[in-house]
């Protein structure tokens, strides 16, 4: 891919989807330490390929073509392993019409074997980075399964406050807000 977009981190870097991807995604789909928590995104893999093309990846031009003023443009970028430049996971920001507006969320998910090591972290907090200095997005949204104690603690690492819960899909959410720091 030719001019694609990247975020430096420590050890990861996060980066605009491609074709490429597919396989990788795909794969990290079918664990079911992610699709516990994230039962839509399964998926047979022409229909992951579909929703690749179809949807990811012209949802990103659409986020980049209207950069700095998003509205209902969604993002989402692939979390590459620095050391390996393995695709290990995703990273990205939303419309999610069950809550509340402004009702732009954040969003991850990471290989089980890459789980505990401060990389989902590292990704939500450059991202949300990124959306607070260059764009016009002000508050975001998170929300994590009560008993997703780790997605609960990324959220709560990244400097979110917890609002209450909330009810979506008929199961309960602990509901998260962040407010862009103005200096």
Not at 54 to 66: C, G, I, L, S, V
Not at 105 to 125: H, P, V
Not at 154 to 159: A, E, F, S, W
């Amino acid at each position: 891919m030719k001019n694609i977009f990247e975020i430096e981190c420590r050890d990861i870097v996060l980066r605009e989807l491609g074709i490429d991807d597919l396989d990788a995604l795909y794969n990290l789909t079918l664990q079911p330490e992610i699709t516990d928590f994230l039962p839509d995104w399964k998926a047979t893999k022409q229909q992951r390929r579909d929703w690749l093309i179809n949807f990811h990846m012209k949802n990103n031009r659409e986020f980049f073509q209207a950069v700095p003023s998003i509205d209902k443009e969604g993002l989402i970028l692939g979390i590459i392993l620095k050391e390996t430049n393995e695709f290990i996971g995703w990273c990205g920001s939303c419309i999610k019409d069950e809550l509340p507006p402004p009702n732009r969320e954040i969003f991850y998910a990471i290989s089980k074997d890459y789980r505990g090591k401060g990389y989902t972290s590292q990704a939500s907090q450059a991202l949300i980075k990124y959306l607070f200095e260059r764009t016009n997005i002000e508050e975001l949204n998170a929300i994590a399964l009560l008993h997703n104690i780790p997605s609960n603690k990324v959220i709560q690492k990244c400097g979110f406050n917890q609002i209450g819960t909330i009810e979506v899909d008929n199961e309960e959410f602990n509901y998260y807000k962040l407010m862009k720091k103005i200096l």
